[in-house]
T-cell receptor
Protein backbone atom coordinates (compact mmCIF):
# COMPACT_ATOMS: atom_id res chain seq x y z
CA UNK A 1 0.00 0.00 0.00
CA UNK A 2 1.57 3.25 -1.16
CA UNK A 3 -0.38 5.33 1.30
CA UNK A 4 -1.39 8.85 0.33
CA UNK A 5 0.61 10.22 -2.56
CA UNK A 6 0.85 13.81 -3.78
CA UNK A 7 2.31 15.44 -6.85
CA UNK A 8 4.31 17.40 -7.59
CA UNK A 9 6.68 17.51 -4.63
CA UNK A 10 7.69 21.10 -5.23
CA UNK A 11 6.29 23.85 -7.41
CA UNK A 12 7.32 27.41 -8.16
CA UNK A 13 4.82 29.87 -9.63
CA UNK A 14 4.54 33.62 -10.04
CA UNK A 15 1.83 35.91 -8.76
CA UNK A 16 -1.38 35.76 -10.75
CA UNK A 17 -0.77 32.29 -12.13
CA UNK A 18 -2.91 29.25 -11.50
CA UNK A 19 -1.79 25.96 -10.01
CA UNK A 20 -3.16 22.41 -9.74
CA UNK A 21 -2.03 19.98 -7.08
CA UNK A 22 -2.88 16.29 -7.13
CA UNK A 23 -3.57 13.66 -4.50
CA UNK A 24 -4.20 9.93 -4.55
CA UNK A 25 -5.78 8.59 -1.36
CA UNK A 26 -4.78 5.53 0.59
CA UNK A 27 -6.27 2.33 -0.80
CA UNK A 28 -9.78 1.81 0.57
CA UNK A 29 -10.34 5.46 1.42
CA UNK A 30 -13.08 7.51 -0.18
CA UNK A 31 -12.71 10.93 1.45
CA UNK A 32 -10.02 13.49 0.73
CA UNK A 33 -9.26 16.63 2.71
CA UNK A 34 -6.86 19.41 1.82
CA UNK A 35 -4.86 21.53 4.25
CA UNK A 36 -2.58 24.54 3.91
CA UNK A 37 0.45 24.67 6.19
CA UNK A 38 2.26 28.00 6.17
CA UNK A 39 5.84 28.09 7.39
CA UNK A 40 6.02 27.78 11.16
CA UNK A 41 2.32 27.11 11.55
CA UNK A 42 0.00 24.17 11.90
CA UNK A 43 -2.12 22.95 9.00
CA UNK A 44 -5.37 24.80 8.25
CA UNK A 45 -8.35 22.99 6.76
CA UNK A 46 -9.25 24.08 3.22
CA UNK A 47 -12.01 21.66 2.17
CA UNK A 48 -13.08 18.06 2.06
CA UNK A 49 -14.41 15.96 -0.82
CA UNK A 50 -16.57 12.89 -0.70
CA UNK A 51 -18.56 11.30 -3.52
CA UNK A 52 -17.06 13.83 -5.92
CA UNK A 53 -18.60 16.76 -4.07
CA UNK A 54 -17.24 19.38 -1.71
CA UNK A 55 -18.75 18.53 1.66
CA UNK A 56 -17.05 20.95 4.01
CA UNK A 57 -15.05 24.11 3.58
CA UNK A 58 -12.76 26.09 5.81
CA UNK A 59 -12.17 29.81 5.75
CA UNK A 60 -10.55 30.06 2.33
CA UNK A 61 -11.54 32.28 -0.61
CA UNK A 62 -13.17 31.02 -3.79
CA UNK A 63 -9.77 31.14 -5.50
CA UNK A 64 -9.28 27.76 -3.89
CA UNK A 65 -11.30 25.06 -5.58
CA UNK A 66 -11.13 21.34 -5.90
CA UNK A 67 -12.32 18.25 -7.59
CA UNK A 68 -12.67 14.58 -6.77
CA UNK A 69 -12.66 11.91 -9.44
CA UNK A 70 -14.55 8.59 -9.53
CA UNK A 71 -11.38 6.78 -8.41
CA UNK A 72 -11.38 9.04 -5.28
CA UNK A 73 -8.26 10.95 -6.30
CA UNK A 74 -8.47 14.69 -5.94
CA UNK A 75 -7.12 17.97 -7.24
CA UNK A 76 -6.67 21.30 -5.53
CA UNK A 77 -6.73 24.35 -7.78
CA UNK A 78 -5.65 27.81 -6.77
CA UNK A 79 -6.29 30.76 -9.10
CA UNK A 80 -4.75 34.22 -9.14
CA UNK A 81 -1.89 33.18 -6.89
CA UNK A 82 -0.74 35.56 -4.18
CA UNK A 83 2.58 35.63 -2.37
CA UNK A 84 0.70 34.53 0.75
CA UNK A 85 -0.33 31.29 -0.92
CA UNK A 86 3.22 30.02 -0.51
CA UNK A 87 2.90 27.02 1.79
CA UNK A 88 3.00 23.26 2.13
CA UNK A 89 -0.26 21.81 0.87
CA UNK A 90 -1.24 18.57 2.54
CA UNK A 91 -3.73 16.02 1.38
CA UNK A 92 -5.33 13.62 3.84
CA UNK A 93 -7.55 10.65 3.15
CA UNK A 94 -9.98 8.77 5.32
CA UNK A 95 -12.95 6.46 5.09
CA UNK A 96 -16.45 7.77 5.68
CA UNK A 97 -17.22 4.43 7.30
CA UNK A 98 -14.95 5.47 10.15
CA UNK A 99 -17.25 8.33 11.17
CA UNK A 100 -16.69 12.10 11.34
CA UNK A 101 -13.40 11.81 13.19
CA UNK A 102 -12.01 8.80 11.40
CA UNK A 103 -8.22 8.79 11.37
CA UNK A 104 -6.84 10.76 8.51
CA UNK A 105 -3.73 9.58 6.70
CA UNK A 106 -1.61 12.41 5.37
CA UNK A 107 0.52 12.63 2.28
CA UNK A 108 4.00 14.22 2.28
CA UNK A 109 2.67 17.43 0.81
CA UNK A 110 3.40 19.74 -2.11
CA UNK A 111 5.63 22.72 -1.38
CA UNK A 112 4.30 25.71 -3.36
CA UNK A 113 6.41 28.82 -3.69
CA UNK A 114 4.88 31.94 -5.22
CA UNK A 115 7.32 34.57 -6.44
CA UNK B 1 -15.13 28.24 20.15
CA UNK B 2 -12.01 26.18 20.59
CA UNK B 3 -8.29 26.79 20.38
CA UNK B 4 -5.04 25.05 21.12
CA UNK B 5 -1.72 26.46 22.31
CA UNK B 6 1.59 24.68 22.15
CA UNK B 7 3.68 26.37 24.77
CA UNK B 8 7.10 25.72 23.24
CA UNK B 9 8.05 26.26 19.63
CA UNK B 10 11.28 24.30 20.10
CA UNK B 11 12.35 21.68 22.64
CA UNK B 12 15.82 20.14 22.76
CA UNK B 13 16.68 17.09 24.88
CA UNK B 14 19.53 14.62 25.08
CA UNK B 15 19.08 11.10 23.78
CA UNK B 16 17.84 8.83 26.56
CA UNK B 17 16.29 11.62 28.63
CA UNK B 18 12.56 12.30 29.06
CA UNK B 19 10.53 14.30 26.57
CA UNK B 20 7.77 16.75 27.52
CA UNK B 21 5.86 18.68 24.88
CA UNK B 22 3.23 20.97 26.34
CA UNK B 23 -0.23 21.66 24.99
CA UNK B 24 -3.10 23.66 26.45
CA UNK B 25 -6.53 23.85 24.94
CA UNK B 26 -9.59 26.02 25.23
CA UNK B 27 -13.00 24.57 24.53
CA UNK B 28 -16.58 25.21 25.52
CA UNK B 29 -17.24 21.47 25.54
CA UNK B 30 -15.32 18.31 26.38
CA UNK B 31 -12.98 18.03 23.41
CA UNK B 32 -11.31 15.30 21.45
CA UNK B 33 -7.54 15.80 21.47
CA UNK B 34 -4.80 14.42 19.26
CA UNK B 35 -1.06 14.50 18.82
CA UNK B 36 0.46 14.24 15.35
CA UNK B 37 4.13 13.97 14.35
CA UNK B 38 5.61 15.32 11.13
CA UNK B 39 9.01 14.12 10.00
CA UNK B 40 10.78 16.08 7.23
CA UNK B 41 9.39 15.33 3.80
CA UNK B 42 6.83 12.95 5.26
CA UNK B 43 3.14 13.26 6.01
CA UNK B 44 1.62 13.86 9.40
CA UNK B 45 1.25 10.69 11.43
CA UNK B 46 -1.22 10.19 14.27
CA UNK B 47 0.59 9.46 17.55
CA UNK B 48 -2.40 9.17 19.85
CA UNK B 49 -5.89 10.47 20.52
CA UNK B 50 -8.13 11.19 23.49
CA UNK B 51 -11.88 10.85 23.00
CA UNK B 52 -13.31 10.94 26.53
CA UNK B 53 -12.27 7.45 27.56
CA UNK B 54 -9.21 6.90 29.78
CA UNK B 55 -7.43 10.16 30.62
CA UNK B 56 -4.00 8.59 30.13
CA UNK B 57 -3.59 7.74 26.49
CA UNK B 58 -0.83 5.55 25.14
CA UNK B 59 0.32 6.01 21.58
CA UNK B 60 2.87 4.69 19.18
CA UNK B 61 6.64 4.75 19.62
CA UNK B 62 6.42 4.92 23.42
CA UNK B 63 4.61 8.27 23.58
CA UNK B 64 1.74 8.96 25.93
CA UNK B 65 -0.38 11.93 26.92
CA UNK B 66 -2.58 12.74 29.87
CA UNK B 67 -5.82 14.69 29.61
CA UNK B 68 -6.15 17.04 32.60
CA UNK B 69 -9.44 18.86 32.49
CA UNK B 70 -8.68 21.01 35.53
CA UNK B 71 -5.54 22.32 33.85
CA UNK B 72 -6.97 22.22 30.28
CA UNK B 73 -3.80 20.45 29.26
CA UNK B 74 -2.85 17.48 27.10
CA UNK B 75 0.94 17.24 27.39
CA UNK B 76 2.87 14.65 25.40
CA UNK B 77 5.58 12.65 27.14
CA UNK B 78 8.08 9.91 26.47
CA UNK B 79 10.36 8.41 29.12
CA UNK B 80 13.45 8.14 26.96
CA UNK B 81 14.13 10.10 23.77
CA UNK B 82 15.53 8.44 20.69
CA UNK B 83 17.27 10.14 17.81
CA UNK B 84 14.44 9.09 15.52
CA UNK B 85 12.01 11.18 17.60
CA UNK B 86 13.42 14.39 16.12
CA UNK B 87 10.47 15.92 14.27
CA UNK B 88 7.68 18.50 14.45
CA UNK B 89 4.80 17.67 16.78
CA UNK B 90 1.29 19.09 16.56
CA UNK B 91 -1.41 19.13 19.22
CA UNK B 92 -4.92 19.09 17.76
CA UNK B 93 -8.32 19.82 19.28
CA UNK B 94 -11.71 18.97 17.91
CA UNK B 95 -15.32 18.82 18.96
CA UNK B 96 -16.37 15.18 19.42
CA UNK B 97 -18.54 13.97 16.59
CA UNK B 98 -17.82 17.00 14.50
CA UNK B 99 -16.24 17.13 11.09
CA UNK B 100 -12.80 17.77 9.67
CA UNK B 101 -13.55 21.47 9.30
CA UNK B 102 -13.72 21.76 13.09
CA UNK B 103 -10.25 20.34 13.66
CA UNK B 104 -7.79 22.94 14.97
CA UNK B 105 -4.03 22.37 14.82
CA UNK B 106 -1.56 24.01 17.16
CA UNK B 107 1.40 25.86 15.71
CA UNK B 108 3.75 22.96 16.39
CA UNK B 109 6.75 22.13 18.56
CA UNK B 110 10.03 21.18 16.96
CA UNK B 111 11.77 18.45 18.94
CA UNK B 112 15.55 18.18 18.61
CA UNK B 113 17.52 15.29 20.10
CA UNK B 114 21.14 15.81 21.14
CA UNK B 115 23.46 12.79 20.89
Amino acid sequence: DAGVTQSPTHLIKTRGQQVTLRCSPKSGHDTVSWYQQALGQGPQFIFQYYEEEERQRGNFPDRFSGHQFPNYSSELNVNALLLGDSALYLCASSSVAGGPLAEQFFGPGTRLTVL
Amino acid sequence: AQSVTQLDSHVSVSEGTPVLLRCNYSSSYSPSLFWYVQHPNKGLQLLLKYTSAATLVKGINGFEAEFKKSETSFHLTKPSAHMSDAAEYFCVVSKPGSSASKIIFGSGTRLSIRP
